[in-house]
Nanobody, 116 residues
Framework: VQLQASGGGLVQAGGSLRLSCVVS????????MGWFRQAPGKEREFVAD????????RYSNSVKGRFTISRDNAKNTVYLQMNSLKPEDTAVYYC??????????WGQGTQVTVSS
């Protein structure tokens, strides 16, 4: 299973970006999917996830109300819509797939930089 994240870039505070994560070698309809991020000098942290049946989503408190995770099973793609971006959202963003109890599959990451 391979995950390819894209859509990162440089944006001003208050702006928006949409990240995409295309999965190959596996069907995301059978996976919980998540987004994580890692800022320089910090540990990787949870951002959002979405259950395999698309009935449950969770967000970290720091992004709740600003970010939205969604999926398109037909395209085998998961998205992270990020609005009202803040400088503290600057990080490398990773998508991950959880087939059962652990996130076993990870993408390579995409850089998001928010300028003040």
């Amino acid at each position: 299973v391979q995950l390819q994240a894209s859509g990162g870039g440089l944006v001003q505070a208050g702006g928006s970006l949409r990240l995409s994560c295309v999965v190959s070698g596996g069907a995301i309809r059978t996976y919980d999917m998540g987004w994580f991020r890692q800022a320089p000098g910090k540990e990787r942290e949870f951002v959002a996830d979405n259950s395999w049946d698309d009935k449950s989503t969770r967000y970290s408190n720091s992004v709740k109300g600003r970010f939205t995770i969604s999926r398109d099973n037909a395209k085998n793609t998961v998205y992270l819509q990020m609005n009202s971006l803040k400088p503290e959202d600057t990080a490398v963003y990773y998508c991950a797939a959880r087939p059962d109890t652990a996130y076993n599959y990870w993408g390579q990451g995409t850089q998001v930089t928010v300028s003040s």
